[in-house]
């Protein structure tokens, strides 16, 4: 079987966690920062805390821009739920918008369309590793939304976050991710490009108009019970006293897990180097099929190669449900990214309805995610492009069936 997306270890990466568990400091100390250096680096921004996840991540970034009740937040249909709930966690009303036609993106345009005088924050999604392109959007959006007070005040427009769970190390126009939208999460859980088996890091960009280090302070802060000293300050000397300025959550990343990220950065250039190459076997070996891969290489575009996210030329849901069937029997373990959330029970009981958002609904309806990870030969991708075309071709016939 090929499997959809497993993790690639080393025998380094196994050596680094066993170091750190050897080290006599487990949680989150000096490993940690060094990872969380090397995250800034590769997304071009002046500092990144790193957190359990990504979803912890989105959520502070909310509240750093001061989000609560009373507020609303943009976010795209299309995406993964942990986009979105994190503006219900923090009790402001989540506002979706749909993608365009053929297309899983919304425009800016309608994403600055949803904005409000209640708007505090948008959210954009780098699906598949694609960078949005979020500096047009900022344009759109100057002087409106809720910008009372706060990081959107010193913005003069909402607060942009980056739900860039994907897209680690792609660029636009030379720009790292983290460079480009005011706060970015990024994740590192198992199936991610680099991972650290469950984690997180927040990143703000550069000229982010606001005290940069009151900032990360804050951040570390609140992803420590609102305690301001961590474990590792507190064992040095007789420094135990410490204060808890606000209620808050427990969503640091251990030294033991950051060990993992560390090691894998080291070969993190040559990782995206080789799952875009997989990309464009796939484009080659599906060329003539009726297929159509999301487009990666759009202008001033270097992806994260996350997702090799395909059209399908099939009728509907069902008929893309029994080609995934196919490819499983044929050995080959395929996805959909993703159900838009307005499928899903937890927003329809938020009072979403699908029919409001046919682009990101008809989208998904043909969608299937192919294999991409280091673990792929030439040969399997090869593999692959093979089974779809037959799994295709029955596809057709039964299409010809049904019709006659
Ligand atoms: C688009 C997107 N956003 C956010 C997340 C949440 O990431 P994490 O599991 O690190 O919280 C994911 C995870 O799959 C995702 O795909």
Redesign the pocket.
């Known amino acids: 079987m090929i499997p959809f997306s497993p993790p690639t270890l080393t025998e380094d990466d196994i050596n680094a966690v066993v170091e750190v568990l050897r080290s006599g400091w487990i949680t989150s100390g000096p490993v940690g920062r060094r990872f969380e250096e090397r995250i800034a680096e590769v997304s071009g921004t002046t500092g990144a805390v790193a957190l359990s996840?990504?979803?912890a991540a989105l959520e502070l970034a909310l509240r750093a821009a001061g989000t609560g009740p009373g507020d609303e937040v943009v976010v795209p249909a299309y995406?993964?739920t942990?986009?979105a709930s994190v503006i219900d966690h923090v009790g402001a009303k989540i506002v979706m918008v749909d993608s365009e036609p053929g297309s899983p993106f919304p425009s800016v345009e309608r994403i600055a369309a949803a904005v409000t005088g209640r708007t505090r924050a948008v959210i954009t999604?780098d699906l598949a590793g694609i960078p949005f392109d979020s500096r047009p959007l900022a344009t759109l959006l100057a002087g409106r939304g809720r910008i009372d007070a706060g990081l959107g005040a010193a913005l003069g427009r909402p607060v942009i976050i980056s739900?860039s769970?994907?897209s680690l190390g792609a660029r636009l126009d030379s720009y790292p991710t983290g460079s480009l939208a005011d706060l970015t999460a990024f994740?590192f859980?198992a199936v991610k490009n680099l991972t650290t088996a469950e984690g997180?890091a927040l990143t703000w960009r550069s000229d982010l108009p606001t005290d940069q280090e009151a900032l990360e302070r804050w951040v570390r802060t609140y992803s420590l019970h609102g305690q301001t000293k961590d474990a590792l300050a507190k064992s040095r000397g007789a420094s135990w006293e410490y204060d808890v300025i606000a209620p808050a959550y427990k969503c640091n990343l251990p030294d033991t897990l950051a060990a993992l990220g560390l090691s894998q950065l080291d070969r993190y250039a040559r990782t995206l180097e080789r799952r875009r190459e997989l990309l464009a076997q796939y484009a080659e070996g599906l060329a003539g099929t009726g297929v159509t891969l999301l487009d990666h290489g759009g202008d001033g575009v270097v992806s994260a190669a996350h997702l090799a996210i395909a059209t399908l030329p099939v009728a509907d849901v069902a008929e893309r449900n029994r080609v995934i069937q196919d490819l499983y029997e044929a050995g080959v373990s395929a996805n959909v990214h993703y159900k838009p959330l307005p499928l899903l029970t937890a927003y329809r009981d938020l009072g979403f309805d699908i029919a409001d958002f046919p682009g990101a609904h008809a989208f998904y309806s043909t969608e299937l995610t192919l294999p991409l990870h280091l673990a792929l030969s030439d040969a399997d991708v090869a593999q692959v492009c093979t089974a779809l075309a037959t799994a295709l071709r029955r596809s057709a016939t039964r299409g010809t069936v049904s019709a006659a």
């Open positions: 996840s990504a979803t995406t993964y942990a986009s999604v739900d769970a994907h994740s859980h997180g």
